[in-house]
């Protein structure tokens, strides 16, 4: 049925927890797997809030943050190695996680999103917004949520 499945990861203990159940879910489905993290550009961040920063601790930061997603892209490697699932990995950076995550699921012809949600309550959704929540109303590919 599913023989691509992404895997989106932002490094925190869930969605290492939805990490592992989803590459189960890949070897039960005889389907490959693709990590995918959104690395967020310091840029957006810095300047949308109207903040001077110097170019130079920009790269630097930027540089960390690519290092950090490359370290969780490595994880979903190990462990589908581990579990015997083909595994690539995808590193990019969106305007927003949740555009990242449609557009590589959909650039990489996957079949189901696998992904974690912090199940956190209907206010703090609605006033902190939900990664998960985005992908399930903008996707068109089925997203399978993990809690």
């Given at each position: 049925m599913f023989q691509r499945i992404l895997i989106p990861t932002d490094g925190s203990v869930l969605a290492r927890k939805a990490m592992k159940a989803g590459i189960?879910?890949?070897k039960e489905a005889g389907a490959s797997v693709i990590g995918y993290?959104?690395?967020?550009?310091?840029?957006?961040l810095y300047y949308?809030?109207?903040?001077?920063?110097?170019?130079?601790?920009i790269a630097a930061?930027?540089?960390r943050l690519n290092e950090q997603g490359e370290q969780f892209?490595?994880?979903?490697?190990?462990?589908?190695h581990a579990a015997g699932?083909?595994?690539?990995t995808v590193m990019t950076s969106p305007a927003t996680p949740y555009q990242g995550i449609i557009g590589t699921a959909r650039k990489e012809k996957c079949?189901?999103?696998f992904m974690a949600t912090h199940g956190r309550g209907k206010l703090a959704s609605?006033?902190?917004?939900?990664?998960?929540?985005?992908?399930l109303t903008h996707s068109k590919i089925p997203v399978l949520v993990y809690r």
């Open positions: 189960a879910f890949a993290y959104a690395v967020e550009a310091i840029e957006r949308g809030e109207g903040r001077s920063v110097r170019p130079v601790s930061l930027q540089k892209l490595a994880e979903i490697k190990k462990a589908a699932v083909a595994c690539e079949d189901v999103i609605l006033l902190l917004g939900s990664v998960t929540q985005k992908v």
